[in-house]
């Protein structure tokens, strides 16, 4: 009963959080578009990853393994998610008969892929704090 009581007080917080925004749905949109493409880099960039590497997976897998990928990953038991990813991918792999080194590779290129998308960011980071520590007068 107590658990129960739990579950909706989070179904009904989730619901006023929600109703809150009655009025801005526009805002709501761009929201659940942003949402949706933040949960489709990962499914690309081991699509992507997969297909540089030539190995045959349709990308409805990569659609099924990687939210579930996500999800676990997200969990605070690595940094990152690393290694977790892999594992996740690797084990989902092998039980829909794909192979378990393609996975593990798929998503360590994907990996990569990821931090070389994310070196811009990284720079301008670097340079905003430089010049913020370091002002000019």
């Known amino acids: 009963a107590r ?18 925004y009655r009025d801005h749905v526009p ?3 761009v929201f659940t578009l942003l949402s949706v493409i933040a949960q489709m880099c990962p499914v690309l960039a081991n699509f992507a990853a997969a297909w540089a590497l030539r190995i045959d997976v349709p ?20 940094v990152s998610g690393f290694g977790v990813t892999q ?21 360590l290129l994907a990996d990569l892929i990821g931090a070389v998308a994310a070196l811009p960011g990284m720079f301008f980071e670097i340079k905003t704090k ?3 520590q370091n002002p000019k007068s």
């Open 3 to 20: 658990h129960d009581n739990w579950v909706l007080r989070k179904m009904e917080q989730l619901y006023s959080s929600y109703s809150a």
């Open 59 to 78: 990308f409805w897998v990569f659609l099924l393994v990687m939210p579930v990928t996500q999800l676990i990953a997200k969990m605070p038991i690595s």
């Open 130 to 132: 430089t010049s913020a």
């Open 27 to 29: 805002l709501l949109v």
């Open 87 to 107: 594992g996740m991918v690797a084990l989902l792999f092998t039980r829909m008969n794909y192979s378990i080194t393609h996975g593990v590779i798929i998503s």
